[in-house]
T-cell receptor
Framework: AQSVTQLDSHVSVSEGTPVLLRCNYSSSYSPSLFWYVQHPNKGLQLLLKYTSAATLVKGINGFEAEFKKSETSFHLTKPSAHMSDAAEYFCVVRNTGNQFYFGTGTSLTVIP | EPEVTQTPSHQVTQMGQEVILRCVPISNHLYFYWYRQILGQKVEFLVSFYNNEISEKSEIFDDQFSVERPDGSNFTLKIRSTKLEDSAMYFC?????????????FGNGTRLTVT
């Protein structure tokens, strides 16, 4: 069975400091993993996806995520937070049956 | 870039009324989904649809809900008799078949308010 755990429901960082949003997954096989961002009153936008071609995945807006099989993690990072990064972030795993499982989300606050 | 479109953006209805939420998925996609998000809460899976039939549905998707792909382009979610607790943001999504890594593409959502 597949599942996703986002370890922090809220993360607060100062503008210009690094961002780390944690995600752990459970999967019986090599998973397909994604990060989505949702700005207030907006839809969900794909940030990046893990394709198994490379363990370090680069996404939009300077975000990256590293797939670590030994730790079953897919944490999202950004070297320097910007005010516009304040949003809700969702880690998602897809199974071979084309079902997508969402984490409960992490709300990122950026302090000026 | 092709996108998923949803209409209307906001729907207000009275309790007990029927509503139909409409979605136009990306044209070459084959897998279609409805999710909902109650204000301030997590994204919840409702139903997935493939090859003109439901492939999976959640406990939320009871007999009051139905989905249809009437004409090969639209994908609709119908709620037969709305309840106050149906008030939420409803997101349509589609996914391609080309690879296991094909992501979900979401529409901007329909905000349903049941009064």
């Amino acid at each position: 069975a597949q599942s996703v755990t986002q370890l922090d429901s809220h993360v607060s960082v100062s503008e210009g400091t690094p961002v780390l949003l944690r995600c752990n997954y459970s999967s019986s096989y090599s998973p397909s993993l994604f990060w989505y961002v949702q700005h207030p009153n907006k839809g969900l936008q794909l940030l990046l996806k893990y394709t198994s071609a490379a363990t370090l995945v680069k996404g939009i807006n300077g975000f990256e995520a590293e797939f670590k099989k030994s730790e079953t993690s897919f944490h999202l990072t950004k070297p320097s937070a910007h005010m516009s990064d304040a949003a809700e972030y969702f880690c998602v795993v897809r199974n071979t049956g084309n079902q997508f499982y969402f984490g409960t989300g992490t709300s990122l606050t950026v302090i000026p | 870039e092709p996108e998923v479109t949803q209409t209307p953006s906001h729907q207000v209805t009275q309790m007990g009324q029927e509503v139909i939420l409409r979605c136009v998925p990306i044209s070459n996609h084959l897998y279609f989904y409805w999710y909902r998000q109650i204000l301030g809460q997590k994204v919840e899976f409702l139903v997935s649809f493939y090859n003109n039939e439901i492939s999976e549905k959640s406990e939320i998707f009871d007999d009051q809900f139905s989905v249809e792909r009437p004409d090969g382009s639209n994908f609709t979610l119908k709620i037969r008799s709305t309840k106050l607790e149906d008030s939420a943001m409803y997101f349509c999504a589609s996914s391609g078949q080309s690879s296991y890594n094909s992501p979900l593409h979401f529409g901007n959502g329909t905000r349903l308010t049941v009064t």
